[in-house]
């Protein structure tokens, strides 16, 4: 028999309108006013476990018999959290669960219910134990909470309620609690810190899109979820068929990975995939990790588990096999060929995420991408791809310029105009076979038109060329 860690879930609510309503103890009445509630995970240290994986499905406050809402992914399977990830040396790390409206007032109360099903993995363990929370019926499970005294929703409050894990203990399969008592009230302490808050992807519907390429908001919602998002130039934006030119659009059905800003309450975008293909990504699998080993002849990957979402992985590691329609990527979102993919891979070092089909704890991935680098410096230059007709053609510089009409790996405005700079090492390609600069140069005059791969810095619209080809002809 095990303990468990400590768990905190926490509900930051900040009220949305200057007008707030009900307020004090004892159970107010609540008011007409909407406060914006943001519901988040945390989790307080503890030992004797490598991981427990949980889904959690519905938040709801209380008051007396009325109930309201504030985060629900029951229809899509709900949210798969590894609870021990959300901790490091330092202390406990905040996830973004979704945010949600609600009557402002008092409040007496949570229910937070889970899945019945939860995967624990005790120290050292490669295979998770497959258990069942202790009295659940049904397919899920209720904790509820009573706040003592009721606590108020209103500006910058936070309620903080925690799955006390300390108390939870682990007997064959079945998990249960200390007096039944699964959760209580939990400290707020670094909820105002970002640096503690993790990325994360949150699926939802594009609405009120507004700025201009690359710096712009939208409000992303999903069932009982809206939160501002914000994109900037490190955003990566891709179309999750390959194809070219990703582009935000109000009525889009997104995937959006990033983290909670808690000074302007939005949601700061690291990468969107852009949903184009007709298969309902609710029923993919997800799964991020750490590359320990690949073959590219077998087109299979083993990858350390560190996220999931809509299967609950039941080992440490996952087996990732690819076919003739899987879509490869790279971090910044230019797709590639299978060959570049593989090349690009260095086992223990590079990460990536994955979606497809999850059959007996595997993965047939329909697309696969190179994780983008979290919580560095964004302002580094950029992998893209971008065609274009050259102008401006500096045959003793080796450089030109151009109007891209086409983009991959960077969100550039209309009407940009990129510089491309050439190297020693970049490679020019023409149909007949690999040239030299001079040749290439030469005949750029005539035809112009090409497509360019290389690194692109954004704050001086330059772009670095690694590989210089003909534009592809059509018809």
Not at 333 to 349: H, K, M, Q
Not at 355 to 364: K, Y
Not at 410 to 424: K, L, M, Q, R, W
Request: charged share 15%; hydrophobic share 35%; with cysteine.
């Amino acid at each position: 028999m095990k303990c468990l860690r400590k768990i905190v879930l926490c509900v930051a609510a900040v009220m949305a309108t200057l007008s707030v309503v009900g307020c004090g103890g004892g159970g107010g009445a609540l008011g007409a006013a909407t406060a914006a509630v943001n519901v988040f995970a945390v989790d307080d240290m503890n030992t004797g476990f490598d991981h427990v994986w949980v889904t959690i499905n519905k938040v709801e406050l209380l008051n007396g018999t009325q109930s309201t809402t504030v985060f629900d992914e029951t229809a899509t399977g709900g949210r798969v959290v590894d609870l021990l990830t959300l901790h490091d040396g330092t202390g406990a790390r905040f996830l973004l669960l979704g945010s949600s409206g609600a009557p402002a007032g008092t409040y007496t109360g949570a229910k937070v219910t889970l899945s019945k099903d939860l995967n624990v993995f005790t120290t050292g363990a490669t295979t998770g134990t497959a258990a069942t929370f202790a009295g659940a019926t049904g397919s899920d499970f209720a904790m509820d909470l009573t706040f003592s005294p009721p606590q108020t929703v209103s500006a910058g409050h936070n309620l903080v309620v925690d799955f006390d894990l300390s108390t939870w203990t682990l007997t064959g399969n079945t998990v249960s609690s200390t007096g039944g008592l699964f959760v209580k009230k939990g400290s707020e302490t670094g909820i105002e810190d970002e640096t503690r808050h993790e990325h994360d992807a949150y699926r939802g519907e594009v609405s009120e899109l507004a700025g201009s390429v690359p710096d712009q908001t939208f409000t992303l919602s999903h069932e009982h979820m809206s939160v501002k998002v914000r994109t900037s130039g490190s955003t990566t934006l891709v179309n999750d068929d390959g194809s070219v030119n990703p582009a935000l659009s109000d009525a889009q059905h997104v995937e959006v990975r990033g983290v909670f800003n808690v000074t302007d309450k939005v949601l700061d975008a690291t990468s969107i995939q852009i949903h184009k293909l007709s298969t309902n990504q609710d029923e993919l699998g997800e799964v991020r990790g750490l590359v320990t080993a690949n073959s590219s002849l077998g087109g299979t990957l083993t990858l350390t588990v560190a996220e999931a979402e809509h299967f609950v992985p039941s080992g440490t590691s996952i087996t990732i096999s690819t076919d003739s329609n899987t879509l490869y990527f790279s971090a910044t979102g230019v797709a590639i060929t299978p060959i570049e993919f593989f090349a690009s891979l260095e086992n223990n070092t590079s990460k990536l995420d994955a979606q497809g089909t999850v059959t007996s704890g595997n993965l047939l991935a329909k697309r696969i991408r190179l994780a983008e680098v979290e919580g560095g410096d964004h302002n580094l230059p950029r992998d893209v791809r971008l065609l274009g007709a050259a102008s401006n053609i500096d045959t003793t510089a080796m450089t030109f310029d151009f109007t891209p009409s086409e983009h991959e790996g960077a969100t550039i405005g209309s009407g940009t105009v990129v510089h491309v700079v050439t190297t020693s090492g970049t490679t020019y390609e023409l149909r007949s076979g690999n040239s030299d600069a001079t040749t290439f140069f030469t005949g750029l005059a005539a035809t112009p038109n090409v497509r360019v791969r290389g690194s692109y810095d954004a704050t001086t619209s330059t772009l670095t060329a690694m590989r210089i080809t003909p534009a592809p002809t059509h018809g």
